[in-house]
């Protein structure tokens, strides 16, 4: 139940109205401009019981209320904020918050809010009921019967479970409730922002512990979640609340710093808009010049980060247009006219934040060394900057032309204007085990508040936190699939699961095919996301014994005997223990016939021929032949390194050329990522082309890319596409080669 917070005329630990009043003095006189009165919460609640309840007409306690709506929505219909009055004061009747004011005084600031952020009809509806069914005897049904399922869906969504049922995971599992339903409609959580300003700002009679409790979780969960639906207005404010109520002593001494800012004589910020003005009077600009005063928690960062504050670090510039071209105009006039400072610029109309604010962000330098910094955008832009996703009105009200059978059926909302961010969020909570992991992980996920976009090669885009991997880009395409992920190319570029990825990038997920494909431990250290995280340690949890994954070549997966067998190697054991060889092996273990290369001729009866172990040639290579100790001609590829050494130390070259015989002998490497059985279909594969491994080397993994050479017997030279073909085909396998022809000494083990 929301009535606990208290009056805010009432003393304690913050003052309920300690943001707008100590922000107010910032602002200098000639710019400020006019607002309503603050409202009198006390008097509220006594018009909320004794004004005036004729049928059909608006009762005098929702006359603010209705100001406000009407200025954002002249045409709207009032009828149904009169019946949600009635309803929600009529049950609340008798009920008090903890500062002795009727309790029907709380949803009404609530919707007074999000009026003033320019809600529509439906919302506010929503807000006026928003407790009714938590603490009255009213019913989700009477709710739908009365105002429709729009509204019930919001008053369910915000409506808390109740201790009695969950016990301690009942603040967790209310909020995962909450986010689910903003998954089918944000102005859930809109009502649920509001609500929570409300009781932020009256806070004061609660127990400091109590205080500081709210407090941390408007701090870690509420905050990121406005400032991720762009409900900036909320959000600063939320901001000096939590600010002065856990960090009281530096509170007061932002407020000192303002307060003795705002008694100085002159202002730079309101010299600077006056020159900002006149330059764009003689442009022929249509522009507002506005001096948007910091909030508290702004100027105690500015002062954390620049030491001793100037005058012009207490506020930025505001300059409003009426066309997005017209943003582009001023930001000329300004570099033209002024001083720009241009490392400070940044286009946020051309690449909006992922909480959909846009806005050109400039600054410009005075004589005397100080710099405003000024942002420039349309008053639309303005107002969702504000605003957020309540400035969207009803993102689910289908179009007028639209046809009937468009709406969707009731419990299959579709949310056009959900972020990547809330989509991933609803993803991973699935998948929580327990509201502990949960509240956890949802505050770690909410802490990154940055976003970033990559693109897979179809053109899609993944929106991914910054500092996401490969790993993250893999769950969040793939969800568990992406277990039997080995690799990635980011940029057209091999690259391992561990690198972080960047805005831009784009990212091909390498898959593997093989079924006993397992995530790796290691991952976890990679795993920038929930989803990610969860993921790898519900698998793990339900494999003790796997985890090897990619990092290994072939990890062990144990086999279960029964005693009388002994478990089976590993796969690197079996597949490295001895040479494979198509076809039958030799009877009585008898050594297999030496293979022999492919006839070459030479141009010198009964001289010896071989073919180069350094650069294997074979048909229909080019190929060149040189008179070695012995009087014997070792052939090699006309490209080798070996060519270019011999002939400096002067060797005889002799003229070669391929006989009629096709078998050959080729060194062939292969690139790939490790896992499991890998060297068993690799082996596979060579085998069905028809090939005998002579041998084969095989070098230790090296982050996460193993490297295999295997020296071949082939039937006939034609056969090597093919077989090459085959091995790439292999999953993991991303290369096949022939040898360099000098190939460096292998680290491996030689079979």
């Not at 790439?728 to 022809?741: E, F, N, S």
Request: charged fraction near 25%; charge should be negative; aromatic fraction near 4%.
């Amino acid at each position: 139940m929301s009535a606990e917070a208290t009056n805010p005329a009432t003393p304690g630990p913050v003052a309920p109205t300690a943001s707008a009043a100590a922000t107010a003095p910032a602002v200098p006189r000639a710019d400020r401009r006019k607002s309503r009165p603050r409202i009198d919460l006390r008097r509220l609640g006594r018009a909320a019981l004794l004004g005036p309840a004729v049928r059909d007409k608006l009762p005098d306690a929702i006359g603010h209320v209705v100001e406000a709506h009407r200025a954002h929505h002249p045409d709207a219909d009032l009828d149904p904020l009169r019946r949600a009055y009635v309803l929600a004061e009529s049950s609340h009747r008798g009920q008090m918050r903890k500062s002795g004011e009727p309790y029907i005084t709380h949803p009404l600031a609530v919707t007074l809010i999000l009026a003033e952020l320019g809600a529509e009809t439906t919302t506010l509806t929503a807000s006026l009921l928003h407790d009714t069914v938590e603490d009255t005897d009213v019913t989700l049904d009477q709710v739908r019967e009365q105002f429709g399922e729009e509204v019930r869906y919001l008053v369910d969504g915000v409506t808390k479970l109740e201790k009695v049922d969950y016990g301690a995971a009942a603040e967790p599992e209310t909020f995962r409730k909450m986010l689910v339903a903003t998954g089918s409609d944000v102005r859930v959580m809109s009502i649920k922002l509001a609500d929570r300003l409300h009781n932020m700002r009256t806070l004061g009679v609660m127990r400091p512990e109590k205080q500081a409790r709210i407090a941390k979780v408007t701090r870690d969960v509420l905050i990121p979640l406005a400032e991720r639906l762009g409900v900036q207005a909320l959000k600063t404010e939320m901001e000096d609340l939590v600010f002065a109520i856990l960090h009281p002593e530096e509170y007061e001494h932002t407020r000192d710093l303002i307060a003795r800012n705002a008694a100085r004589p002159d202002d730079p910020l309101a010299e600077v808009a006056d020159e900002m003005r006149g330059v764009l009077r003689e442009a022929d600009i249509q522009a507002e010049v506005l001096i948007r005063p910091r909030h508290f928690v702004s100027v105690h960062r500015v002062a954390r980060k620049r030491g001793r504050l100037r005058g012009t670090d207490f506020g930025r510039l505001l300059v409003l247009v009426a066309e997005d071209a017209d943003c582009y105009g001023v930001l000329g006039e300004l570099h033209t006219c002024m001083t720009p400072v241009v490392s400070e610029f940044k286009d946020f109309i051309a690449v909006p934040k992922f909480n959909l604010y846009q806005s050109l962000h400039t600054a410009v330098a005075r004589p005397d060394g100080q710099v405003v910094e000024v942002l420039i955008r349309t008053h639309q832009m303005h107002k969702v900057a504000e605003a957020g996703v309540v400035a969207l009105g009803n993102p689910y009200a289908p179009a007028s032309d639209a046809p009937a059978s468009d709406t969707p059926a009731d419990g299959e909302r579709a949310d056009p204007t959900r972020p990547g961010w809330l989509s991933r969020l609803l993803d991973w909570q699935q998948a929580a085990p327990d509201p502990d992991t949960f509240w956890s992980t949802l505050r770690e996920d909410l802490a990154q508040d940055r976003e970033i976009a990559v693109f897979r090669p179809d053109g899609g885009t993944l929106g991914l936190p910054e500092g996401a991997t490969c790993v993250d880009a893999a769950y969040a395409q793939y969800g568990e699939d992406a277990h039997a992920c080995i690799g990635a190319r980011v940029n057209g570029r091999l690259a391992t699961l561990s690198t972080v990825l960047k805005d831009g990038d784009t990212v091909q997920l390498l898959m593997g095919q093989d079924p006993a494909s397992e995530p790796s431990r290691e991952w976890l250290e990679h795993a920038h996301t929930p989803a990610a995280r969860i993921a790898i340690q519900r698998w793990l949890a339900t494999h003790p014994g796997g985890g090897t994954g990619t990092e290994e070549m072939a990890g062990t997966r144990p086999e279960p005997t029964d005693g009388t067998a002994p478990a089976r190697r590993s796969e690197a054991e079996r597949s490295t223990a001895a040479p494979r060889r198509a076809g039958p092996a030799p009877a009585g273990g008898a050594p297999a016939e030496r293979p022999r290369g492919a006839d070459v001729l030479v141009d010198r009866p009964g001289v010896s021929v071989r073919l180069a172990g350094c650069c294997t040639p074979v048909p229909p290579d080019e190929i060149t032949g040189f008179v070695v100790r012995g009087g014997a001609v070792t052939v090699h590829r006309v490209e080798c390194a070996a060519v270019a050494h011999m002939n400096s130390r002067g060797r005889t070259e002799v003229a070669v050329r391929w006989g009629d015989t096709s078998e050959c002998r080729v060194t062939l490497v292969a690139e790939s990522f490790g896992r499991p059985h890998l060297l068993a279909d690799l082996t596979e594969a060579i085998s069905s082309a028809g090939a005998d491994i002579v041998s084969a080397t095989v070098e230790p993994p090296a982050q996460q890319r193993v490297r295999h050479t295997y020296t071949l017997l082939l039937p006939d030279a034609a056969r090597l596409p093919a077989l090459m073909r085959a091995m790439r085909d292999v999953p993991g396998v991303y290369d096949v080669a022939r040898a360099q022809p000098q190939a460096p000494a292998s680290a491996g083990r030689q079979v």
